[in-house]
């Protein structure tokens, strides 16, 4: 897939202040820290577009970004961020799981892991609640320029021995470096092979 144009549409925290939802949509979730921004601006080819709607502070927002004109490509908020209070990620979740359980037109949601890191709680945690939500999802491993092949590919067998011990078989995986350019095909040929099932 090609990538002529990707446009800021609107920042909200209301499913229901999101754009009509008529054409395909993904959404970019994954802990504080784990590249999405970078992952997200290496996709579209624009260095600066996953900062267009960033907010300093604490705000909390769904992020709609316009690609070719024809489907929507959502940046949503971090989450595992320690400094934020529990009251903070309280609103997080509800507003997360509100999107992502009532956004009709969200074909597959990409999950951020950092692929330096061993597998953690909060995401194997919201792996499953996906699973058990019957929520379709890609695993992005992100940062794979910052090891070596051989660590890199220890590290992505370890994490699928983790996910073997509650999962029948293994979710569909990508692994990405955003300042390589690496898993970029992968990514938008997946979004331009699932857009054709939209309807």
Known sequence: MKINTAEFIISNTEVQKCP?????????????????SS?????????????????????????????????YLVD?????????????????????????LNRTNMLTLFLLIDSRLSPQKIDLEFIDWLGISNIPFVI???KADKLKLAQLSNNIENYKKKLLETWDEIPTLIITSSSAAQGREEVLDYIETTNKVFS
């Open 20 to 36: 009509p939802s008529n054409k395909p949509e993904y959404a970019f979730i994954g802990r504080s820290n784990v590249g999405k």
């Open 39 to 71: 992952l997200i601006n290496m996709l579209t080819g624009r260095k600066k577009l996953a900062k267009i709607s960033s907010t300093p502070g604490k705000t909390i927002l769904i992020n709609h970004f316009l690609v070719n004109k024809e489907w």
């Open 76 to 100: 949503l908020p971090g989450y595992g961020f320690a400094k934020r209070s529990k009251s903070e990620r309280q609103k997080w979740e509800k507003m997360i799981n509100k999107y992502i």
């Open 140 to 142: 992005v491993f992100t």
